[in-house]
């Protein structure tokens, strides 16, 4: 009957113990490649902090803001059922031409300044009459109503506008008749514009804006529409060098990026060249032991015996694997004294025999630095003797 054989928990530790260091000897170089990079890192933090160039920014010294709409109103002037001979009516969407022929209409910026030391709000008032087919003006007749300036730090500035609406139907139609001829879509309008200026010592700004409010007579009434209020900006800016500031995070976080890499990259650099994980021999053989152990545990039978196997065995396998292929190739079965360590294959009279080789002894990084590691000559590079043991 065969018994598995198992290993104590110490040496399990072992092992992991050996695995550990060959792994983190074979990759050293990326912990010394990560430390570069994190040095390297930290120099730029260092050098972006203590370099970095002036900035311009553009800043408003000074501005007008406004915002402008037409309001509209008319006076009843003849006798009605409904309205009382001089109501004035306000905002209405129908007046009747009859009651109240002239529409009272007024322009009204509101405006703020910041920071100015002279400004001009001036808004201008036209009366229009045009005709148009398919968006194209075919003729067009403006005339000037009122024009208002304030220089006022603040306030508002109104410009009011009386309009005949019959009397603007009938120079619509003596301009036509004039012409010989309708054509088109006949228009009314009051449009204004406004000019806003604003000073700040030697530097000016300057803005315009246009706004219309349309009138559209009919037999008996007019229907007025105007646009929602404009708003609109004058700003004054001017450039200035910003310095920068020196940030304390930026520079102390690349101090602690560039000396912590500097050390890890060196650390890990020194201990892989001092060889300080580097296995050597004897443990090399114990993991290669262990393995091959692990790998051939159902061609070995544990048998205890009262005596060691004597000698007179006729050879000795270099290591466990060889002496199990050997009992493969031969039908045999690979005998394991636990008692006295040692492993048998006999086989037409003829005994073989392996010897397990004796734990390495306890390891200590503090030990591994100062030990001069001068590997020899049957040894071979580190590379080759940690590859034979890799599972």
Same mark, same amino acid.
């Given at each position: 009957?065969r018994e598995q054989t198992t290993t104590t928990s110490a040496d399990d530790g072992h092992l992991r113990q050996l695995r550990l260091r060959r792994l983190v000897h074979r990759w050293a170089w990326v912990g010394v490649v990560v430390g570069l990079i994190?040095?390297? %890192? =930290? ?9 970095? &160039? ?23 002037? &003849?006798?009605? #059922? ?8 306000? +905002?209405? @969407? ?6 109240? @022929? ?49 220089? #006022?730090?603040?306030? &508002? ?8 609406? *019959? ?6 139609? +003596? ?7 309708? #054509?088109?879509?006949?228009? !009314? ?11 700040? /010592?030697?530097?000016? =700004? ?12 009919? #037999? ?22 910003? &310095?920068?500031?020196?940030?304390? =995070?930026?520079? !102390? ?13 060196? !650390? ?13 021999? $004897? ?24 005596? *060691? ?12 694997? /060889? ?13 394991? /004294? @636990? ?6 294959? %006999?086989?037409?009279? %003829? ?5 397990? @080789? ?23 590079? $580190? ?9």
């Open positions: 009957m994190v040095a390297g %890192a =930290g120099g730029w933090l260092i050098v972006s902090a203590t370099t970095a &160039e002036p900035t311009t920014e553009t800043e408003t010294v000074g501005s007008l803001e406004y915002t402008a709409g037409f309001e509209h109103e008319a006076t009843v002037e &003849e006798p009605n #059922a409904v309205f009382p001979v001089g109501t004035t009516v306000e +905002a209405q @969407p129908i007046y009747y031409t009859t009651i109240t @022929p002239t529409l009272d209409s007024r322009y009204v910026v509101e405006y703020t300044t910041v920071g100015l030391t002279d400004q001009t709000v001036t808004v201008t008032l036209e009366q229009v009459i045009q005709a148009t087919s398919d968006d194209v003006v075919l003729w067009e007749d403006r005339t000037a109503v009122t024009t208002v300036t304030t220089e #006022a730090q603040t306030g &508002e500035a109104v410009a009011t506008a009386s309009v005949d609406v *019959p009397n603007l139907t009938a120079e619509a139609t +003596a301009i036509e008749d004039s012409l010989g001829a309708a #054509a088109g879509e006949t228009e !009314f309008f009051i449009e204004a514009t406004v000019e806003a200026t604003g000073t700040v /010592d030697d530097q000016t =700004g300057r803005s315009a804006t246009t706004d219309t409010m349309t009138i559209d007579p009919d #037999a008996s009434t007019f229907t007025i529409e105007a646009g929602d209020p404009v708003s609109e900006q004058v700003a004054i800016t001017e450039d200035r060098t910003v &310095e920068p500031e020196l940030s304390v =995070g930026q520079l !102390f976080g690349g101090v602690v990026f560039l000396l912590g890499g500097i050390l890890v990259g060196g !650390f890990v650099g020194g201990v892989r060249l001092r060889g300080a994980f580097e296995l050597t021999e $004897q443990e090399t053989a114990w993991l290669r032991y262990h393995r091959d152990r692990d790998e051939f545990e159902e061609w070995i039978t544990t048998i205890t015996r009262s005596e *060691p196997i004597r000698d007179g065995y006729d050879g000795t396998a270099a290591s466990l694997s /060889d002496l199990v292929d050997y009992a493969i190739d031969t039908d045999n079965a690979v005998v394991y /004294d @636990p008692t006295h360590g040692r492993y048998l294959v %006999a086989a037409d009279q %003829a005994r073989y025999v392996y010897d397990p @080789p004796e734990p390495p002894a306890a390891w200590s990084l503090r030990d591994a630095l100062v030990r001069e590691t001068t590997p020899s000559p049957e040894e071979g590079p $580190q590379e080759e003797r940690t590859a034979e043991a890799d599972e």
